[in-house]
């Protein structure tokens, strides 16, 4: 059974940080690209970005929103995925959910969602 | 900036058939943006439908299914059920990452 567990989410202040983790289970995570989402509070899912697998070069694409401020890495190692979060706003509120993707270019698996607040 | 627009609500009757569509700001929606449909309840994290325009995902019941019809991607659902009441959304593929429509709130009445 395919398994995608976040944490580390919490409130924390504008200009803050965090470092969310996902971790993954119950599939080939080193073959898999993978890609956070996030939901605002009563709003619609929001792509942020994705990181692809070593063999396709660990490379990463970020949504205009959040680049220059969060960074997506990964262990192949411990089959955790990583979203640094920095600089953070009150409007990157949200519930943020790791995906693995599947073939081609769709959100096949979703975790539960940890949830980031940003509130002074 | 790429826009991609869902009607923001449906109503379908019981046991009636609705079409939900997806289309981009500029341009047309073709099967080489990949169309992916996800619904999603309150509380829930979504859940995974189509994909690749029209493949099922694993456990999907066959009234859902996925199209392209003239210039934007569509989700029909055939045989409304009471439970298909959710939002739903449509995400494309635009070459470095995805794109989510704004959602479709389906109330079922």
């Known amino acids: 059974e395919v398994q995608l567990v976040e944490s580390g989410g919490g409130l924390v202040k504008p200009g803050g940080s965090l470092r969310l983790s996902c971790a993954a289970s119950g599939f080939t995570f080193t073959n898999a690209w993978m890609s956070w989402v996030r939901q605002a509070p009563g709003k619609g899912l929001e792509w942020v970005g994705r990181i692809k697998s070593k063999i396709n070069g660990v490379t990463t694409d970020y949504a205009a929103p959040v680049k220059g401020r969060f960074t997506i890495s990964r262990d192949d190692a411990k089959n955790t995925l990583y979203l640094e979060v920095n600089s953070l706003k009150t409007e990157d509120t949200a519930v943020y959910y790791c995906s693995a993707l599947g073939y081609p270019q769709y959100f096949q698996y979703w975790g539960q969602g940890t949830l980031v607040t940003v509130s002074s | 900036q790429t826009v991609v627009t869902q009607e923001p609500s449906f109503s379908v009757s019981p046991g009636g058939t609705v079409t939900l569509t997806c289309a981009l700001s500029s341009g047309s929606v073709s099967s080489t943006h990949y169309p992916s449909w996800y619904q999603q309840t309150p509380g829930q994290p979504p859940r995974t439908l189509i994909y690749?325009?029209?493949t099922r995902s694993s456990g999907v019941p066959d009234r859902f299914s996925g199209s392209i019809l003239g210039n934007k991607a569509a989700l029909t659902i055939t045989g409304a059920q009471a439970d298909d009441e959710s939002n739903y959304y449509c995400a494309l593929y635009m070459g470095s990452g995805g794109v989510f429509g704004g959602g479709t709130k389906l109330t079922v009445l």
């Open positions: 690749n325009t029209n």
